[in-house]
């Protein structure tokens, strides 16, 4: 033993000498020797004394030195550690100190007991270190990884690693989510731990991957060198996109993103520009067609109130003015832009009252049943409309069935299932009432129900159909505030379900309809302005055999001349779009504003959205390019009369 507590250099105690200590200093290394007997140091390096925050003679002076300075919390660990030395057991045990300068330390002590010849422990050798930062940089690695962790948990996206051979080393719960599972696979309800150790190769197979050899090929090689991005529809319909990184022990990682929502909103924004586009199309033709139709029908009624024997020639005409003036109202329909009179009314009673004229359009081969959830409310639309988008779905219904079949008709609440019905309806629950017309035909495929509401498609042959119903059923669901949708499957039949906004109070009554007799005029003077020529010299044919005086001009400022030069007219029976920028009833406010009382009846050939724009609102009557002559002189007997001030 060494009275003074160091070590001695001899060669006899300590082989390497002073080169020893030299070496333990560079490495950080304390080393003591223990009296386990008096359980005191009474040897020890520079090293572990420093490690301690003392000098070599003030530790080696402690009695219990490293009891004593062991952190309160740690106590029984270095107790513990002593306790398996004095059974004759090494130890290597880490714990914290506090020094006399109060800095807490983390050291690792590894202890080795010393034998005398009965085999009793007397001493210990050990050796000593200082890990304070090693420990500080554990505590912040874990720290970042339960971070990393957390937050790749709380990603919306699907996170999995996997090593050069393919395999699942780690992935987070929402990639779980995101893996198809199935009975021969990926089992349903397997957790993140369970799927770790899967190859890359069975979760392709499971995704429903065309070719999983060569998609793990192409993963595994290309993926070395650059990453991999696709987007691919799972067997479940739901759209995802993966992309693959590579990383540089020769795996990659994979991460998965759930696009569906976004794919749907995609499909909304197509939709919507693909309706804007035919709005804009059939804004410009349903102005341009119905002036050509509004010619054609009127020289047509002239022609056949003048010659009998061509009377039927006209007629014929004129019932394909008609089917004309139906194409443009479907397409302004399709496109949201017709002009619609909502009003409350009881869905169930209409349809109710339309039974008997279903049974006799559909013919015999097709049963009707019609079944309504009572106390459903009332429901807020174009009653006309309703009844158009009715018998066009149930003519749809007939044409699926040629053999014959079951047309199943409902009336219901919007949030109240229906049969076969397997989506889920996207809309709040107790705002609608729903109209549901159901077949028992061959069914419709998931592409042909995508674009069952796009103008001209038709499943029908060519020449059977205008492709124009069920878009015209969906424009006016969706202009009315409602929506539309199909349903069934391939071999189940159809189901058509249009929702419409609930009414706020109860149905309005149904007023009775106008007679359609024919009253002339007495020959009142009518200020009529229109641009187009043709239609300009049609307007003057019908109003002379009506019996009215007409003076025809082209624009509002013709007829503002006209006016000043002091001719006073009745009526004016006006275009609401003229040429030189200025609109029917922009027209007519400047004149009420220059103190001209005079009474206006509008003419139109465009879409609602234009008339809207030229400053047609409430209180303003507007004539419907084509109209027949029996509608203009009613029109103009209303705005004529004087409760029509």
């Known amino acids: 033993m060494c009275p003074t507590g160091r070590l001695p250099e001899t060669p006899d105690t300590w082989p390497q000498g002073s080169r020893y200590e030299q070496a333990a200093r560079i490495a950080r290394l304390g080393h003591y020797v223990w009296d386990v007997i008096e359980d005191r140091c009474i040897l020890c390096s520079e090293e572990h004394a420093a490690i301690h925050g003392m000098s070599v003679d003030d530790y080696v002076a402690q009695s219990s030195t490293t009891d004593g300075l062991a952190h309160p919390d740690d106590l029984e660990v270095v107790r513990g550690a002593f306790e398996r030395l004095r059974g004759g057991d090494p130890f290597e045990v880490e714990f914290r100190i506090i020094t006399p300068g109060g800095d807490t330390k983390f050291i690792r002590e590894i202890g080795h007991p010393v034998f005398d010849g009965s085999g009793h422990v007397i001493q210990e050798i050990g050796t000593s270190q200082d890990i304070t930062r090693h420990k500080e940089l554990e505590a912040t690695l874990r720290e970042t990884e339960e971070t990393l962790h957390s937050g790749i948990e709380a990603l919306p996206l699907g996170f999995a690693s996997f090593d050069a051979q393919g395999r699942l080393r780690f992935c987070n719960a929402e990639y779980a989510r995101l893996i198809p599972k199935s009975r021969h696979l990926l089992k349903p309800g397997m957790d993140v731990a369970e799927l770790v150790g899967f190859t890359a190769e069975t979760v392709s197979v499971a995704c429903g991957y065309d070719d999983p050899q060569a998609y793990i090929r192409d993963r595994l090689a290309s993926t070395k060198t650059r990453d991999k ?14 992309s693959d990184h590579p990383t540089e022990n020769g795996g990659f990682i994979s991460i998965i993103q759930d696009i569906s929502q976004q794919k749907t909103q995609e499909e909304r ?12 199309l059939t804004g410009g033709f349903a102005h341009d067609f119905n002036n050509l139709l509004a010619i054609i029908q009127g020289n047509a009624e002239l022609l056949k109130d003048a010659d009998r024997e061509l009377a039927p020639l006209a007629k014929d005409i004129l019932r394909a003015v008609e089917r004309g003036a139906e194409l443009t109202h479907r397409l302004l329909a399709f496109s949201r832009r017709q002009r619609l009179s909502p009003q409350a009314f009881d869905l169930a009673e209409l349809v109710s009252s339309f039974l008997n004229m279903l049974d006799r359009t559909l013919g015999e081969h ?44 409902e009336c219901y609440a919007a949030d109240a299932p229906i049969e076969g019905d397997t989506q889920p309806r996207h809309v709040p629950g107790g705002e609608y009432v729903a109209l549901a017309i159901k077949d028992t035909g061959s069914g419709m495929s998931e592409d042909q129900k995508a674009r069952a509401f796009d103008p001209f498609y038709t499943t029908k042959e060519f020449g059977e159909g205008s492709g124009l119903g069920l878009s015209m059923v969906y424009g006016f669901a969706k202009q009315s505030g409602g929506h539309a949708r199909i349903l069934g499957a391939p071999g189940q039949g159809t189901i058509v379900e249009l929702l419409l906004p609930r009414a706020p109070g109860p149905a309005e009554p149904i007023g009775e309809e106008a007679s359609a007799a024919v009253y002339p005029g007495q020959g009142e003077d009518i200020l009529v302005i229109e641009d187009n020529p043709g239609l300009r010299e049609l307007l003057s044919k019908l109003l002379l055999d009506l019996n009215f005086s007409p003076v025809c001009v082209r624009d509002a400022q013709t007829a503002q001349e006209t006016i000043e030069r002091g001719a006073e007219f009745a009526l004016v029976l006006s275009d609401v779009v003229l040429p030189g920028g200025k609109s029917g009833p922009e027209f007519a406010q400047q004149l009420g504003q220059n103190g001209v009382d005079l009474k206006f009846l509008f003419m139109s050939g465009y879409a609602q959205e234009m008339l809207e724009i030229a400053g047609v609102g409430p209180g303003i009557t507007v004539l419907r390019k084509p109209f027949s002559k029996a509608e203009l002189v009613t029109a103009m007997r209303e705005v004529l009369a004087p409760q029509s001030r």
């Open 366 to 409: 097709i049963a009707i049943r019609f079944s309504a959830v009572p106390e459903i409310g009332t429901a807020f639309a174009d009653r006309t409309q309703v009844e158009s988008a009715l018998l066009n779905l149930a003519l749809n219904a007939r044409d699926a069935m040629p053999s014959g079949g079951t047309l199943s008709i």
């Open 269 to 280: 924004l197509l939709q919507a520009q693909k309706m804007e586009a035919v709005g804009r």
């Open 229 to 242: 991005v696709w987007t691919y529809r799972q067997g479940t319909g739901r759209w995802v996109t993966v």
